[in-house]
């Protein structure tokens, strides 16, 4: 017979995962994964590397086809989403999606895997999302332990983006970059697609998969002025969804940042009638497809 402790439910944040009072723990959603594909006939390829193992911090790297080697490409580090419980950079739709980005940007992508709440609890995401982009620096003098990055990247067009819990993830480590210098890097614009931020339910969750909390003042759940003022890029864009239930959250962040005595440059853009994540839940719809076509101008700089 089992006991009370293995049934009873401590905490339940529903879709993403419950707590047992015994500690154990359990996602509603398991991250069916992909292998990479190293086939240098494909239009991408891609390959896994270790970030770090210890803390094990993993990454999925994606290269399109090489037309000129003498041509460097720009980077993106990609932060997926998933309430910082779920998800991760070898999801099928994680995997296709960043697969897309690439061969329509003609870019080198860096798609993190970072450990996940509450087995991790909060800051694990984000200094997981920071040692991959130490990890992406440390490529910049071309004697990096990959050589995709060595040979083909340029370190004066590095990106950063990710979608909800991950936009959040890259806001933090666009902060960092702001604070500390990375040798031989330039990041030059940062995008956030349906970013989460404090301010709605969802906010007991972070708070609970954070111990050491700051309250719902937190700077990295409700980003703080002085830290808007001084993120480490020049452009950032944010997308919202009229039906989002974090719309307001986007929003609110992209008029805190003009605000904020930033000196870089910062748009918004709104899709109508959309709701959450709609870009990776139908990724060829005609908003989807406006998205995309919208961060890839903004790596471009069309």
Not at 107 to 121: F, G, K, M, Q, W
Request: glycine fraction near 8%; hydrophobic fraction near 40%; proline fraction near 7%.
């Amino acid at each position: 017979m089992e006991s009370s402790s293995n049934i009873e439910i401590a905490h339940e944040f529903f879709p993403f995962f419950k707590v047992y009072k015994d500690g154990r723990v359990e996602k509603f959603m398991v991250s069916e994964h992909v292998p990479p594909s190293d086939d240098p006939h494909m239009a991408v390829r891609s390959k896994d590397v270790v970030v770090s193992p210890e803390p094990a911090v993993s990454a999925r790297v994606f290269m399109p086809q090489i037309s000129d080697p003498s041509k460097k490409l720009p980077i993106l580090v990609y932060m997926h989403g998933g309430g910082f419980s779920i998800g991760s950079a070898f999801h099928q739709g994680y995997h296709k999606y960043v697969s897309a980005l690439v061969a329509k940007a003609n870019i080198i992508a860096v798609s993190v895997d970072y450990r996940l709440a509450p087995e991790h609890p909060i800051p694990a995401c984000y200094n997981d999302s920071w040692a991959a982009l130490k990890w992406v620096a440390s490529h910049a003098n071309g004697d990096g332990p990959d050589p995709w990055l060595n040979i083909h990247a340029d370190f004066g067009r590095v990106f950063l983006a990710g979608d909800s819990a991950g936009a959040n993830i890259s806001h933090n480590v666009a902060v960092r970059v702001g604070l500390t210098s990375l040798p031989g890097v330039k990041l030059i614009g940062v995008a956030l697609v349906h970013p989460y931020f404090g301010g709605t339910e969802d906010d007991k969750m972070w708070l609970y998969m954070c111990p050491e909390n700051k309250g719902l003042e937190d700077p990295r759940l409700k980003p703080a002025i002085e830290d808007l003022a001084r993120l480490g890029c020049e452009r950032l864009l944010v997308f919202v969804a009229e039906k989002d239930h974090l719309r307001e959250r986007g929003t609110c962040y992209y008029e805190d940042l003009k605000k904020s005595g930033w000196q870089g440059t910062v748009e918004i853009v709104e899709h109508e009638g959309k709701s959450h994540v709609f870009h990776l839940m139908k990724p060829k719809c005609d908003n989807a497809v406006d998205l995309m076509e919208r961060l890839v101008s903004f790596i471009k700089h069309d």
